[in-house]
């Protein structure tokens, strides 16, 4: 059983910060690749940030410049610096993850809602 759990999201006013955090829990054997996603009402889910077992990283066009995401692997939990938050960020926000050993799993976080609102 693995769970991907997020926290840290909330109100926040416009140019505001907000880290959030996943932990992964249950039966972990390796973690690969991890994400963040988010997803606006009558809107598809978009990448927000990725980042690879190694540490490479890749950021949505929206996202370069003030988000960082940044993975513990000692802590089995993957996070996701948010500052300068503007409107358009609002958005449910979820985290993924590849779980495995030979063919890697995907899982997702129940998602964690961030409102950037004055």
């Known amino acids: 059983q693995v769970q991907l759990v997020e926290s840290g999201g909330g109100l926040v006013q416009p140019g505001g910060s907000l880290r959030l955090s996943c932990a992964a829990s249950?039966?972990?054997?390796?973690?690969?690749?991890m994400g963040w996603y988010r997803q606006a009402p009558g809107k598809q889910r978009e990448l927000v940030a990725g980042i690879t077992s190694g540490g490479s990283t890749i950021y949505a066009d929206s996202s370069k410049g003030r988000f960082t995401i940044v993975r513990d692997n000692a802590k089995n939990t993957v996070y996701l610096q948010m500052n300068n938050l503007k409107y358009e960020d609002t958005a449910v926000y979820y985290c993924?993850?590849?779980?495995?050993?030979?063919?890697?799993?995907?899982?997702w976080g129940q998602g964690t809602q961030v409102t950037v609102s004055s």
């Open positions: 993924n993850a590849y779980i495995g050993w030979g063919t890697p799993d995907s899982y």
């Open positions: 249950g039966s972990i054997f390796s973690i690969g690749a």
